[in-house]
């Protein structure tokens, strides 16, 4: 009887772990396709469908991390970070998706960039490992990642926009991107705009 009672506990507790297993793919499959919904949308024209971004004046989010695109997008809703572009579509976007959004985004695959310029690239990989011990900009590295991938809550920024990132570093400098950044505008403060160029050629080829 006992052994009877134990094996109806058991095949109970299993029934109970796969619809939970179940349950939780449905909710995945169901968030990835508001997410493809949403992107379609709302991201495609300028992002593309999978975050690939092809114009330079639009910043890839291919493999972005995920925690880092939530709280862009938070910022983006609450005007904290300002973009004439982002302000058409971030204030709609409640907070589900914003979760969604991450989520897909960081999944898609990444590419490379282009960069033609070899010579730059290797004054710019210096300033990426090493910084400027001249002037005091800190190795990018420290932060970044020794691939420039990132970590949950630092962009990655291995193979963006040349252009992008040089903008975003002369936002940060101008005091222009001020969504919680007081580390980037102290290192961006320190450098010069040939520097800049230089170690957003070296990122954008990664
Ligand atoms: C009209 C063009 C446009 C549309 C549509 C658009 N974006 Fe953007 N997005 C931009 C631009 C431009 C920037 C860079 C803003 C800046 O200069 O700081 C940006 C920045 C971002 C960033 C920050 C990237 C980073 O590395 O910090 C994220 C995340 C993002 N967009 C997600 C989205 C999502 C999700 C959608 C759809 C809901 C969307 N965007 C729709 C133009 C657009
Ligand atoms: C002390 C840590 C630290 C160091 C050193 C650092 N960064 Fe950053 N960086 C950050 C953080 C944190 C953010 C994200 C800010 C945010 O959440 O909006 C960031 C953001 C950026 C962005 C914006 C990326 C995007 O997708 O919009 C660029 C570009 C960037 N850093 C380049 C550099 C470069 C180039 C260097 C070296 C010269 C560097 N960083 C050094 C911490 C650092």
Redesign the pocket.
């Known amino acids: 009887m006992a052994k009877a009672f134990a094996w109806l506990k058991l095949r109970v507790v299993f029934a109970v772990a796969l619809a939970t297993v179940k349950l939780a793919h449905g909710d995945e499959a169901e968030e990835m396709r508001r997410a493809e919904e949403l992107v379609s949308a709302r991201c495609f024209l300028c992002h593309g469908a999978a975050g690939e971004s092809s114009s330079p004046l639009y910043?890839k989010i291919a493999g972005?991390n995920a925690e880092?695109i939530i709280?862009?997008l938070r910022?983006f809703k609450s005007g904290e970070?300002q973009s004439n572009d982002m302000r058409k579509v971030a204030p709609d976007l409640s907070e589900s998706d914003i979760k969604a959004l991450a989520t897909f985004f960081s999944r898609q695959n990444t590419s490379p960039g282009k960069s033609a310029f070899p010579e730059m690239r290797a004054i710019g990989e210096k300033?990426?490992t090493n910084?400027n011990p001249a002037t005091g900009?800190?190795?990018?590295m420290?932060?970044?990642g020794e691939k420039a991938n990132g970590s949950a809550?630092?962009?990655?920024?291995a193979g963006?926009h040349t252009l992008?990132?040089e903008t975003?570093?002369v936002l940060?400098e101008e005091r222009r991107?001020t969504?919680?950044?007081a580390?980037?505008q102290e290192?961006?403060n320190k450098?010069s705009p040939d520097?800049?160029r230089a170690?957003?050629e070296y990122?954008s080829g990664l």
């Open positions: 910043p972005q880092y709280k862009q910022n970070r300033i990426y910084g900009v800190p190795p990018c420290k932060c970044h809550n630092l962009p990655r920024i963006q992008y990132i975003q570093l940060f991107r969504n919680d950044n580390q980037m290192v961006a450098m520097e800049m170690v957003a990122l």
